[in-house]
């Protein structure tokens, strides 16, 4: 991005809203040598100084620990499961035990029939300098398509609270919302994801280039109040009141953060607190970049 380009875009972000959350001068790098192509995060459930990571389509089946510093802290491989093309990876909690959502959802060409959300429990922390190194069955998984035929999404997350798992689609225009059952009752081997709206993050370099507005993720607060949503080059949020849907929260105009500076970015979370929101881009040693809430200025 050039300078004219990032005054422009700067210079639209007037909302109060953006202003409570600003971007962190330190932006570790990610250390773990076998991140490559990182296209999706989550923080941990269990310690919110650590973060997992996946990469990208053809990659191992192993999803990789980072202390909020950056640090190689281990993996964890997911037992007799493919990587066809991970996008994107949500942590949870249910029934008081601590999830991860690996989200098997990418397809450029919108030809695959079917796609699959990876439900595995969140392993044991490594402690002291110890590095993870473990195997998990999944704990279940969701098979599913789309309704009205298949759609490339990289951007999925979780609502434990409702119950729910949302997915944005990436190369439709606008953005469509899909939602599924967090946990099916039904038996079937193959659910249908329902589309329930539309949604629109549009950012001032779209006139430059057209790919600018292509959600590469998504994550909810761990209270259900706020949605983000990352492009290539921005961070977009979407408040939730207790009263509105999903598909409601999405559908309004979202607030704009800073640009993040980060080559190509894939993937956003939230800080279990709410107070930071963490992003990062494929490439090795991609910069942890971080928002923060910060304090109001004393009058």
């Not at 009263?243 to 190509?264: D, G």
Request: charged share 20%.
């Amino acid at each position: 991005m050039n300078a004219r380009r990032l005054i422009a875009f700067t210079a639209l972000l007037s909302d109060a809203a953006a202003a409570e959350f600003l971007p962190t001068v330190d932006r570790p790098p990610i250390q773990s040598p076998a991140v490559s192509e990182a296209s999706g995060l989550a923080i941990s459930s269990a310690d919110p100084d650590f973060i997992w990571l996946i990469n990208d389509s053809g990659g191992t089946p192993d999803v990789h620990l980072v202390g909020t510093d950056g640090t190689d802290r281990g993996k964890v491989t997911l037992k007799d499961t493919r990587n066809i093309d991970w996008e994107d990876l949500a942590s949870f909690s249910l029934d008081g035990k601590n999830y991860l959502l690996v989200a098997d959802t990418g397809d450029n060409n919108s030809k695959r029939e079917s796609c699959t959300l990876h439900i595995l429990r969140e392993p044991i922390l490594p402690t002291g300098s110890e590095k993870l190194a473990a195997t998990e069955l999944t704990a279940w998984q969701i098979q599913f398509r789309y309704e009205g035929g298949p759609r490339d999404c990289e951007a999925v997350a979780v609502d434990a609270m409702a119950g729910k798992i949302i997915l944005v689609t990436k190369r439709t225009q606008p953005p469509e919302v899909y939602e599924l059952p967090l946990h099916p009752s039904s038996k079937q081997s193959l659910l249908t994801a329902r589309r329930i709206g539309q949604t629109s993050v549009k950012s001032p370099l779209d006139t430059f280039i057209s790919f600018g507005n292509q959600p590469t993720g998504l994550a909810i607060a761990s209270d259900s109040s706020l949605a983000a949503v990352i492009t290539y080059y921005g961070v977009f949020l979407f408040p939730r009141k207790s009263t509105e849907s999903w598909a409601e929260a999405l559908a309004k105009p979202p607030t704009a953060l800073p640009p993040h500076l980060l080559p190509q970015a894939e993937s956003v979370t939230f800080s279990k607190d709410g107070k930071s929101i963490y992003a990062v881009s494929e490439g090795r040693q991609s910069p942890l970049a971080r928002y923060r809430i910060q304090a109001p200025s004393p009058k």
